[in-house]
């Protein structure tokens, strides 16, 4: 038997039954842990694409990002705000600044 203890996609559990004819054991999470295990996959997904550095993997943060803001219930549109607020007020990350020290 092997042991995840995570959250997985919706389709997972469908997936293992057609793939390789098992039934995993699952259970459906409070909001509590939900937003919790939210956290905890994001950094799971980041470290993937630190690791392997692909669009897939770059997806994959994006996929939980948008789950973490419906959990928070935020829209796309508030993030993308958000973003383009901070972007306006301090830039983006385009000059490839490196800030080396601060005397």
């Known amino acids: 038997m092997k042991i995840f203890d995570k959250l997985v996609r919706d389709k997972i559990p ?3 039954v057609s793939h390789y004819k098992k039934i ?3 259970y459906i999470a409070d909001d509590k ?3 919790q295990r939210l956290k905890n996959k994001l950094l799971e997904e980041v470290a993937e694409f630190l690791k392997d550095d692909n669009l897939e993997e770059l997806a994959d943060v ?3 990002i948008h ?3 419906k959990a928070k219930e935020h829209t796309i549109d508030d993030l993308e705000a958000c973003r383009k607020d901070k ?3 301090r830039g983006g990350f385009d000059k490839k600044i490196i800030l080396k020290s601060v005397e």
Request: proline residues 6%; hydrophobic residues 40%; contains cysteine.
């Open 14 to 16: 469908e997936i293992v």
């Open 62 to 64: 994006t996929e939980v």
């Open 24 to 26: 995993p054991d699952i």
């Open 87 to 89: 972007a306006e007020k």
């Open 67 to 69: 789950a973490i803001c």
């Open 33 to 35: 842990e939900y937003y």
